[in-house]
C-alpha cells in the first residue's frame, strides 16, 4: 500500500502547528510542508504583542470568550470561540512541550482584555529582547526537524489544487505551474491578503483581494509581508471553497512611522503591549483622546477622526522597563523612538505647551490611585475616554526619560478567509459541508475574529485550529482506502 501523504501549505504557526500533529498523530504518513518563501515563519514570526492563554489572575473562561465575542460584534462564530478559548491552556502547554526551553512567562493585559492573558518572553539574561513570535517559530521549527516523517518544499508556491472529478476529494497539489505532488490530504495555513495594499497583484492585471472587498483602504501602510496576498484563498476558492466576512479587515492603530522614511509602505508594529503598560496617545495640540485599552477598531477610529493625521505614542521608563527595555532600544535605534530627559523636553519634541503637558498627565493620574490586579491598576472612576485601566502613572521627575514616537494606522490582519468549521475542515460554498481532505488553520480562515481581533488570538488561532487540522487530516489518511 502507498504511504499517505499530508501536504500543508503554508510555514508560520498554523503550518508548523499542523505538521508536527500531522506527523505525531500517524508516524506512517509522510507531511510535506510547502512555502512560497525563502524561509519560513511568515507573518507569525513578527509577531511581538503575545499569545493569549487564560491565567489565574482572577480570569474565568467566561470572562475570555465573552471579551472575544463582543469584540467580533456579532460576527463571531461562538462554537469556535469557544473552542479558542478553552483550549488555549492546552495550547500553552503544548508549545512548551515541543520545547522546554520555552518561556512565555511575561504577561500583559492588551485592549479589550478584562484580565491580563497575553504571553510573551522575558529577554534573555544579557538583556536581549526575545520576540515572541519569532521564538515560537524557532521552537516548532526546531521540532519539526526532528521528525522522521515531515519534510519542507520552500521557494515553492501552490498554483493549485487537484481534486478527484467524480468526488471533489483533493488528491494533490501543483508547484510553481509545473510539478505535481500527490497528496490524500491538503492543509491551507498561508495566511490573510493584508500585504495586498495596491490594486493589482499579478503581472497579468490580476485584481488583489483587498481592492476587491476594501478598496478603501488600499495604498495606506500595511504591518503585513508582500507574502500576504491570499494565495490560500484563492486556492480555496477556485475547488468551491465557501468564504465569510471578507470585507473584516483589521486596521492596528499604531505602526511605527520612521522620521527617515515617513512615507514607507511597510512599517514596523508598535505592540499592543506598549500601551498595555500605560503608553498613551497625544494629539498634535498635547492631548490625549482615547482609551489606549479600548479595542483595536475603537482605538484606530479614534486616531482618524482626529485633525491631524500625526499622533504621539508616549512612554515613561516605568513602563519601558516593564515592557522590556532591551526591546524599546531596539525600536530606538531604528529612530522610532526618541528620549526626552523632561517634560519640558518632551514638550518642545511636540510642539506644545509643557503646561498642557503636565495638566494633561495629572489629570491622569488622578485615576492611578485605585485597585491593584497584579501589575494593573484598576480605577473605579473611568476617565473621560471609558478608561478604567491605568497600569502606570505619567508624572515623572525631573531626571527621568519620556519616550516617544510617531504612530499612524496601518493594515494589519484580515479577520475574513475561508468557512471552515470547528475540525478545521473547509466547507464548500454549494454543499456548506466539508471539502473531503481540505483543511485549513490560522489567518486564511474565518469564524473566530468577526469584526475585530483581540490581540493575541491570531497566534493562538494558529496553534489551536493548526493542531485540530492536523490531528484530523492524518485521521482522514488513515481512514481513506
Not at 478603501?216 to 503585513?224: C, D, E, P, Q
Not at 506598549?274 to 497625544?282: F, I, K, Q, W
Not at 488570538?457 to 493548526?466: I, P, R, T
Request: charged residues 15%; hydrophobic residues 35%.
Amino acid at each position: 500500500m502507498a504511504q499517505k501523504t499530508t501536504i500543508i501549505v503554508g510555514g508560520g504557526l498554523a503550518g508548523l502547528s499542523a505538521a508536527i500533529e500531522a506527523a505525531t498523530t500517524n508516524a506512517a504518513m509522510h507531511v510535506i510542508l510547502v512555502d512560497k518563501e525563502n524561509n519560513i515563519g511568515g507573518n507569525s514570526a513578527k509577531a511581538t504583542s503575545g499569545i493569549n492563554g487564560m491565567t489565574e489572575t482572577g480570569d474565568s473562561w467566561e470572562a475570555f470568550e465573552r471579551d472575544t465575542l463582543e469584540s467580533g460584534g456579532g460576527l463571531s462564530n461562538e462554537s469556535m470561540v469557544h473552542k479558542l478559548v478553552h483550549e488555549s491552556v492546552d495550547a500553552l502547554q503544548w508549545l512548551k512541550q515541543q520545547d522546554t526551553t520555552l518561556d512565555l512567562s511575561l504577561v500583559s493585559q492588551c485592549g479589550g482584555h478584562t484580565y491580563p492573558r497575553t504571553h510573551r518572553c522575558p529577554p534573555k539574561p544579557n538583556g536581549s529582547p526575545v520576540p515572541v513570535g519569532w521564538r515560537l517559530i524557532q521552537a516548532l521549527k526546531q521540532r519539526f526537524e526532528q521528525l522522521d516523517n515531515a519534510s519542507v518544499r520552500t521557494q515553492s508556491r501552490v498554483s493549485r489544487l487537484e481534486t478527484d472529478p467524480n468526488t471533489g476529494a483533493i488528491t494533490g497539489v501543483e508547484l510553481n505551474h509545473n510539478e505535481m505532488l500527490p497528496a490524500n490530504a491538503v492543509i491551507l495555513t498561508c495566511g490573510g491578503f493584508g500585504g495586498q495594499t495596491q490594486p493589482l497583484d499579478q503581472p497579468d492585471g490580476t485584481q488583489t483581494l483587498l481592492s476587491q472587498y476594501a478598496p478603501n483602504l488600499l495604498n495606506i501602510a500595511t504591518t503585513n509581508g508582500p507574502w500576504a496576498n491570499g494565495d490560500g484563498i484563492r486556492l480555496g476558492v477556485a475547488v468551491g471553497a465557501a468564504t465569510k466576512d471578507m470585507d473584516q479587515i483589521q486596521i492596528h492603530p499604531t505602526g511605527f512611522v520612521d522620521p527617515n522614511n515617513p512615507k514607507a509602505g511597510t512599517k514596523f508594529l508598535a505592540p499592543e503591549a506598549l500601551r498595555a503598560y500605560g503608553g498613551v496617545l497625544l494629539n498634535t495640540d498635547g492631548h490625549r483622546f482615547t482609551n489606549e485599552l479600548g479595542r483595536r477598531d475603537a482605538v484606530t477610529q479614534s486616531i482618524l477622526d482626529q485633525s491631524s493625521n500625526v499622533v504621539w505614542l508616549v512612554l515613561t521608563d516605568t513602563m519601558i522597563e516593564q515592557f522590556g527595555p532591551s526591546t524599546a532600544e531596539f525600536y530606538a535605534k531604528r529612530g522610532f523612538f526618541v528620549k526626552c530627559s523632561s517634560i519640558d523636553h518632551l514638550a518642545e519634541h511636540l510642539g506644545v505647551s509643557a503646561t498642557i503637558l503636565n495638566d494633561e498627565f495629572a489629570r491622569y493620574d488622578l485615576h492611578v490611585d485605585g485597585k491593584k490586579t497584579t501589575d494593573t491598576t484598576v480605577s473605579s472612576v473611568p476617565d473621560a475616554f471609558g478608561k478604567t485601566i491605568f497600569p502606570n502613572p505619567l508624572a515623572q521627575g525631573p531626571e527621568v526619560n519620556y519616550w516617544v514616537a510617531q504612530i499612524t494606522p496601518c493594515v494589519h490582519y484580515t479577520m475574513g478567509g475561508l468557512a471552515i468549521n470547528t475540525d478545521a475542515a473547509v466547507l464548500s460554498e454549494h454543499t456548506k459541508q466539508p471539502i473531503p481532505g481540505l483543511y485549513a488553520a490560522g489567518e486564511v480562515t474565518s469564524g473566530v475574529h468577526g469584526k475585530n481581533r483581540l490581540a493575541g488570538n491570531s497566534l493562538l488561532e494558529c496553534v489551536v485550529y493548526g493542531r485540530t487540522a492536523g490531528q484530523n487530516a492524518a485521521k482522514y489518511c488513515n481512514e481513506k482506502q
